[in-house]
């Protein structure tokens, strides 16, 4: 349980920072905004990216199991249904 739950922390983190880096790049592109609309944007841009980025990987890593290492860790975490514990 420990180490899924590492695991799956390091696969939500990487693609996180991934975003946060994409967004941060189309800030030194010159990408600029008006202080009103720039901070929600913002946040929908990294929040947009980061799902793309995790998508993407996803896609190709059921293709090509070893891309895994792109969101941290080419381990998947394993998760048990509830019912099954239970009993």
Known sequence: MTHDYLISLIRTAV???VGAL?????SQAGIVLDADSGTALTVGVVALAMAGYYAL??????????????LGTPA???????AARQR
């Open 15 to 17: 693609p996180a920072a």
């Open 22 to 26: 994409l967004a941060w790049l189309a």
């Open 57 to 70: 990987v996803r896609v190709a890593e059921s293709r090509w199991p070893w891309l895994g290492v792109l």
């Open 76 to 82: 998947a975490p394993k998760y048990e249904m509830l």
